[in-house]
Each structure stands twice: as structure tokens, then as C-alpha cells.
């Protein structure tokens, strides 16, 4: 059975350690890993202890260990499935370079049948206008991601959750906007430093 939570105790310089730790005992894990992430299309497979993974979703079948994705508007998505979990930070770029199908591949790889993902505090539709040239471009790409050509904003949320539900995985989306409700980060709210943190287990 997986376990899954969405918290914003992260934050800059040495607090960061101490929220980690304090996260890992909550959820009595042997550890979690945290990932560098690059906005990249990397998936990894945690199998034992280690460092933290440059990349931008992690996968494992093992017990005990935490799989967390940072984010401040990005969102934060958790996946799980009976004996298979992942996580993946997935923002504009994580998007078109399909971070979160290539997740879900990789669990069914390593045996995932009914994955089931949850989108956590991230930027809402009302909220992440971009240029009008970078809308129509991602839009052209992406249909599901539009919104109008007035606001140019982007629904980053439901691009994720068209992508997700043509491979057959069912979307849970919190609905919380990390730059409307209070108590969440918001890099475009002026949080530069300060994470949400995602993060599932088995």
C-alpha cells in the first residue's frame, strides 16, 4: 500500500536538512530521496540508499524508501500503483518533454498495472500567463493546454492530465494554486528559495 503527502516544510540554506529529516521520521522511512532536477525527461530507479538523482521523476519498487519531488508552481505529481510508486516534477518544459508518460513507461516496465496520479500544489490556470508566442506555440503542441488568446495563460494541469489519461492512468488534481492560497510556495509570488515537497512510498 502506498503513502502519499504533499507539504511545504522546505525551505533555503541549513533548514533544509533539518525539514528532511523531520519529513523522513514523520513517515517512519528508512529515506527519501530528493532529486536534482533540471526540468529534464530523466527517470530513475531507485533501488538502494545513494545520493540524490539529477533527474526530474524517480520510480522504485522497494519498501520503506520516500521518492520526493520539489517544486513552487511546477507540480509535484505522485504515482501509484500495487507495488510500484513514482514521482515526478513536471513544469512548461517537463511537459513537452513528456516527463510524466515516460514515468508512467517506466513503472510499467517494472510491473505497474492501474496507476493511479495525483497532481499536487502547483500553479493554476488563472495564474501562469506566459508571452503570447510561447502560448500559441505550446498550445499548437499541447491543444488541452489552452485557455484564450487574451489571457495567454497556460493550464499546465490539464496538459498533464490529457497526457496522462490517454495512457490509461486516472488523474486526481488537488486543485490548489501555489500563488492564490496561502501557505504554499510560489516561485512567481516571490518565494526563490522555499519547495513544496511531494513525496510517496510503499
Not at 515516460?102 to 490556470?125: N, Y
Not at 510561447?134 to 503542441?141: D, K, Q, S, T, V
Request: aromatic content about 6%; glycine content about 10%; overall charge negative.
Amino acid at each position: 500500500m502506498s503513502r502519499r503527502l504533499f507539504t511545504s516544510r522546505d525551505g533555503g540554506d541549513l533548514k533544509i536538512i533539518a525539514h528532511r529529516e523531520a519529513l523522513r521520521v514523520l513517515l517512519s522511512l528508512e529515506d527519501i530521496h530528493f532529486m536534482r532536477q533540471t526540468h529534464s525527461d530523466v527517470v530513475l530507479e531507485v533501488v538502494e540508499g545513494g545520493e540524490d538523482f539529477e533527474c526530474d521523476a524517480l520510480v522504485t519498487t522497494s519498501k520503506g524508501v520516500g521518492l520526493a519531488a520539489l517544486a513552487a508552481d511546477c507540480m509535484p505529481i505522485t504515482f501509484e500503483s500495487p507495488g510500484v510508486v513514482g514521482v515526478a516534477h513536471v513544469g512548461r518544459v517537463g511537459l513537452i518533454k513528456e516527463i510524466a508518460p515516460k514515468t508512467v513507461s517506466k513503472m510499467r516496465e517494472l510491473g505497474a498495472t492501474e496507476i493511479k496520479a495525483t497532481i499536487g500544489p502547483s500553479i493554476c490556470a488563472r495564474c501562469y500567463e506566459v508571452s503570447f508566442e510561447m502560448y500559441r506555440e505550446i498550445i499548437a503542441e499541447i491543444p488541452s493546454t489552452a485557455t484564450s488568446d487574451q489571457s495567454h495563460c497556460l493550464d499546465l494541469q490539464s496538459g498533464v492530465t490529457w497526457q496522462l489519461n490517454n495512457l490509461g492512468v486516472s488523474v486526481t488534481n488537488l486543485g490548489i494554486c501555489t500563488l492564490e492560497e496561502a501557505g504554499y510556495f510560489s516561485y512567481r509570488g516571490g518565494d526563490l528559495l522555499e519547495r513544496q515537497a511531494g513525496i510517496i512510498s510503499l
